[in-house]
């Protein structure tokens, strides 16, 4: 694991803060340009809809007190030792009333990565935006969310040269468990496989719900053999976490597509549907 250098307050966040109510993610080079922005980051530091790209970071993000952002970004190229600097700071075009924390890694000596984890913003402004990007029952990302974070993970791997996994879980018979059992029963299964999920997989990764009975897991810097162990470890941990109803244990089981970037798709479509009929293969 990468070091960390925390230059921020210090200040806590709420477990909807913690949980990454704005998944921004910047690309800049080592003078600080902005190379890259995904659409949360466009929303979070632009102005009237224009795009930031090729504009200094400083004209968009302060880090705070004491600190010449440009500098910072050349600093950390420089270094390029897997260091990863943590600092407070605020969009210049909501101000400090919206502050915000930001990771700092390099890619290399050229590019480094700026990802906003969560703000700090007042306690209805955090529960908002955190319900409006996770699902209400299991409290993980909710499909818009994942397709957001799918999209950042494919542009960063293609900035980085790497791969990531994608792994879409289904549970299986999930209809006669909620016919059989009753939807309160359903509702709980759905619940302990999504805290089984996050336990089994490494940290970084990102477990959600994509729709009703399915997850969707996204794993950055896997390869075929490290998505698919993840895959087994998961399937059996889910096998092996029985709900409870009157006394008698619902057991239950999935069905994984898995999937790798670039080998099984160049675009996050391309991927998802290959997911989609690895996982009916699975099912089959």
Partial sequence: MANRLDRGSGASASPAAQAGCSDALLVCDARGIIRYANVPAERLLGRNGGSILGNPVSARLSFGEGSSDGE?????????????????GYPIASGRERGVRCEIAAVDSRLAVIHIRFCRAANDVIDLAFRANHDGLTGLPNRAALQDRLQSLHQLAKVR????G???LDLDHFKIINDRYGHATGDRVLTRVGQRLTQQVREGD???RWGGEEFLLLLPQADHAQAQDIADRVRFGVQATPVEHLGREVRVTSSIGVVVYPDDGDVPDALLAKADAALYEAKR
């Fill in 166 to 168: 994608l792994l879409l």
């Fill in 72 to 88: 910072l970004i050349g600093t950390i190229c420089r270094r390029n030792d897997g260091t990863q600097i943590v600092v407070d």
């Fill in 206 to 208: 990102t477990v959600g």
């Fill in 161 to 164: 040269g790497d791969g990531f």
